[in-house]
C-alpha cells in the first residue's frame, strides 16, 4: 500500500526520536567515564627516586620499599643511580623536573648540597623529599638517619672507656657524617682511647675498608689492649671484617649500622659485634604516603622529619630480632 503523509510524519517523528537516544546516551557515557577518568588520572602519580648508590644494600632496601609502596597505589616509579656522586644527584633532579613528575625522593645524599637541584624543582612545584639527608631549604619531608650515639656508646662500655679505634667513616653520606659526629664529640672525652680517622669511598666501600684496615692492623701489632673497628655501615664493616679474618687477627670488636643480611650473619658467627638496625622500611613507606598530603596542601605544607625506630643487635638478641623482623 501507498504511503500516506501520515505514516511519512510518523516515521520522521520515530527516527528523531531514535537519534536523540543514541546522542543522549553516549553523552550519558561520556558524562560518567569523564570524572573517573579525571580522577584516576590525579591519584597516578609519578616518583622519581635518586638513589645514593645501587651498591648500599640498606638503601636498596628503602628504595625498594618506596618503589612497592608507590605502584601498589598505582603510581609509576623512575629509579636513577647517582653513584655516590653528589653533582649527578643535583643532574638527576634536574632530570626528573624535566620528566615533570609528581614528587621526588633523595637518598643519603646531604640536603643543603642540592641547592641546584632543589631549586629547579621548587620552580616547577614538584615537592623534593629525604630518606636520610636531612632537612633543608627546599625539602618537604625528611628521615633522620644517623642513630650515632646508641652504638658509640655501646663500643665504649665494651672496651672500658679504653683502648685502640679505627673509625672508617664517609661524610658526604649524611648518616655516616651524623654517626662520625657523635663518635667524634663523646671520644673527645676519654683520653684513653686513641682513634685512628680513615675515609672510605664510595663505590667501592668495602674493598677501601678492607685496605684501611690492614695497613692499622700493620700499624698495631701488638696485641694487648683492647681494639675496636667503627664503621659508616654494614657494607664497608665487611670490608673490614675481611681484613681480620685475612691477618688472622682475633679479639677485635667491630661495630656498624643497618643489620644486613650479611652482617646479621657476621653478627651470628662473632666476627661483628654489633650492628643498628633501623626500620628504613617504614620510613620510606611514611615519605610516600605523605606526597598527596604535601601536594594537597601546597605551599601552606610546613616541612617534617621523622626517626625510624631502632634496635642494636648483638649475639645476645640476634635469635629474637630475627624471628621478629627477619634475617634481612
Known sequence: MPNTPSDARSR?????????????SAMALVGCSSP????????????????FSTSDVDTNKMVTAMTTEAKAKGWSVQNLNANGDQQQAVTDIKQLVTKNVSAIIVTVFDSTALAAGLAAAKAANIPVLSAGGGAAPGIAFSTDDGAGQPVVDLMLKNLNNSGTVLNLTYHPGVP??????????????????????H???????????????????????????NFAIFNCYDDNALGAVAALQQNGRTGVQVYSYNATPSALQAVRAGTMTA???????SAGKILVDSIPKIRSAGTSWKAQSVIPKYIIVTKSNID???AAHGAG
Do not use: M
Not at 176 to 197: E, G, L
Not at 199 to 214: D, F, L, N, R, V
Not at 275 to 281: Q, V, Y
Open 12 to 24: 520522521r517523528q520515530r527516527l528523531v526520536l531514535g537519534v536523540s537516544i543514541v546522542v543522549l
Open 36 to 51: 573517573a577518568a579525571s580522577s584516576t588520572s590525579s591519584k597516578a602519580l609519578s616518583v622519581g627516586i635518586v638513589t
Open 176 to 197: 655516616c657524617r651524623q654517626r662520625a659526629d657523635s663518635f667524634a664529640s663523646i671520644v673527645k672525652k676519654y683520653p684513653k682511647v686513641k682513634v685512628t680517622n
Open 199 to 225: 675515609e672510605i669511598t664510595i663505590p667501592g666501600a668495602a674493598e677501601t675498608s678492607q685496605a684501611a684496615t690492614s695497613a692499622w692492623l700493620a700499624a698495631n701489632t701488638h696485641t694487648t689492649g
Open 275 to 281: 650492628t643498628l638496625w633501623l626500620d628504613l622500611a
Open 320 to 322: 629474637s630480632f630475627i
